[in-house]
C-alpha cells in the first residue's frame, strides 16, 4: 500500500506509449481501489494484508468495477483538471486501463510482497517472489515513470499549457 504511486510508472509508459487506447486516469483509480485491501488491513492490524484483492482473479473483479465506475469519474478528473482535450474516456478505453493497471499491480506486487497469493484459490505458490530485487524492482518503476512521461510530453506536448 504505501508504494501505490510506484505503480504508476509503468501505466505512464503504456500511456504514453499507446495513446488513446488506454485511460491513465482509470489506470490509477485502479491502482487506488486495489489497495483498499492493504489499506484496510494495516488500519485493523491484519497479519495478510495482500488477501483476495491481490490475486488474477480477484484483480480482474476490481478492474471491471474501476471500469463502471472510472468511466465517470475519470471523466470528472479530467475535466477538473482542465485536460478535457482527452475526453471522452471510451469503455475500451476505460476497460485497458483498468485491465491493465489491475494485472500490472499484481505482477508487481507479486515480486515485492511475501504475504501475497496471486494464484488462489488454485495454488498458494508465489513463483514471481523476488523475481528481480527490491531496488531493482523500485528503479523500474521509476524509470518507467520517467521515461513514460518524457514519451507522453514529445507525443502531447504540454497538456498543462493555460491560454492556448
Ligand atoms: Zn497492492
Redo the contacts with the bound molecule.
Keep these: 500500500?504505501p508504494f501505490t504511486p510506484l505503480h504508476m510508472g509503468p501505466g505512464l509508459l503504456l500511456r504514453g506509449s499507446v495513446r488513446g487506447g488506454f485511460s491513465l486516469m482509470v489506470f490509477g483509480w485502479t491502482q487506488i481501489l486495489?489497495?483498499l485491501e492493504?489499506l484496510y488491513g494495516i488500519l485493523t492490524d491484519r497479519e495478510q494484508l495482500?488477501g483476495w484483492s491481490?490475486t488474477w482473479i480477484g484483480a480482474t473483479l476490481i478492474a471491471l468495477l474501476a471500469t463502471l465506475t472510472g468511466k465517470y469519474l475519470g471523466a470528472w478528473g479530467l475535466r477538473l483538471l482542465k485536460l478535457t482535450q482527452f475526453l471522452p474516456i471510451t469503455w475500451g478505453a476505460a476497460l485497458a486501463g483498468a485491465l491493465l493497471g489491475g494485472w500490472s499491480?499484481i505482477l508487481l506486487?507479486s515480486i515485492m510482497h511475501f504475504d501475497i497469493q496471486p494464484l488462489r484459490p488454485f495454488s498458494l505458490e508465489n513463483g514471481l517472489r523476488q523475481w528481480i530485487s527490491l531496488p531493482a524492482l523500485h528503479l523500474f518503476c521509476l524509470g518507467a515513470a520517467a521515461l513514460g512521461a518524457v514519451v507522453f510530453f514529445w507525443r502531447n506536448g504540454n497538456p498543462f499549457r493555460v491560454g492556448e
Design positions: 500500500m486495489m489497495d492493504p495482500h491481490h499491480h506486487d
